[in-house]
């Protein structure tokens, strides 16, 4: 089945300063790979996805990019602030079907220093 | 539009008690998938449900089954719990047609002792 792994467990920047995680898959099927931020008692929240038919993707401080030959695909934050601190999880699957199911990444632990 | 909601946010059990646990989808999301969350695991795979069916299932033993209802409402069950099955259990849902894209409910915090 799918695996994916994720770097770095943990990271702390400065605010203002980018954070880059990154993550590879294994599942050369997998087409869709979703980000979440997870904060202190509650469930992980979609941030950002992309599909494998993009190369880019961004939404304002956040983007995310896929390099499917290399099966790997990284988040990245810019201008970092203190609420940026959170888990964040990537995650890979086939999309649509019957026989759908997301693997996440272990996650990373974000810690944005005021 | 209400988030996918979970009861009850908390919960102590003793070893080889049963739980069952109740995720509420957001409105006109039918696929409901449960996710048991650990330190050590991470996020897992349990189970997926479209339509009262489930139709994946990840490697999880037998004690944990679940079921949707006609309003894609969603129990899962753990029967003779363990120790080890003290974790955080995610609900989410998905749009028809777009199971990919899902949202995750606060969870429900089992402690088994």
């Known amino acids: 089945g799918e695996n994916v792994e994720q770097h770095p467990s943990t990271l702390s920047v400065q605010e203002g300063d980018s954070a880059v995680i990154k993550c590879t898959y294994s599942d050369s099927a997998s087409n869709y790979f979703p980000w979440y931020k997870q904060e202190l008692g509650k469930g992980p929240q979609l941030i950002i996805d992309i599909r494998s038919n993009v190369g880019e993707k961004k939404d304002q401080r956040i983007a995310v990019t896929l390099n499917k030959t290399a099966k790997h695909f990284s988040l990245h934050i810019t201008e970092t602030q203190p609420e940026d601190s959170a888990v964040y999880f990537c995650a890979a699957s086939k999309g649509g079907g019957s026989n759908y199911k997301l693997t996440f990444g272990k996650g990373t632990l974000l810690t944005v220093n005021p | 539009k209400a988030g996918v909601t979970q009861t009850p946010r908390y919960l102590i059990k003793t070893r080889g008690q049963q739980v069952t646990l109740s995720c509420s989808p957001i409105?006109?999301?039918?696929?409901v998938s449960w996710y048991q969350q650990t330190p050590g695991q991470g996020l897992q795979f349990l189970f997926e449900y479209f339509s009262e069916t489930q139709r994946n299932k990840g490697n999880f033993p037998g004690r944990f089954s679940g079921r949707q209802f006609s309003n894609s409402r969603s129990e899962m069950n753990v029967s003779t719990l363990e120790l080890g099955d003290s974790a955080l259990y995610l609900c989410a849902s998905s749009v028809p047609g777009q199971i990919e894209t899902q949202y995750f409910g606060p969870g429900t915090r089992l402690l088994v002792l």
């Open positions: 409105s006109g999301h039918r696929s």
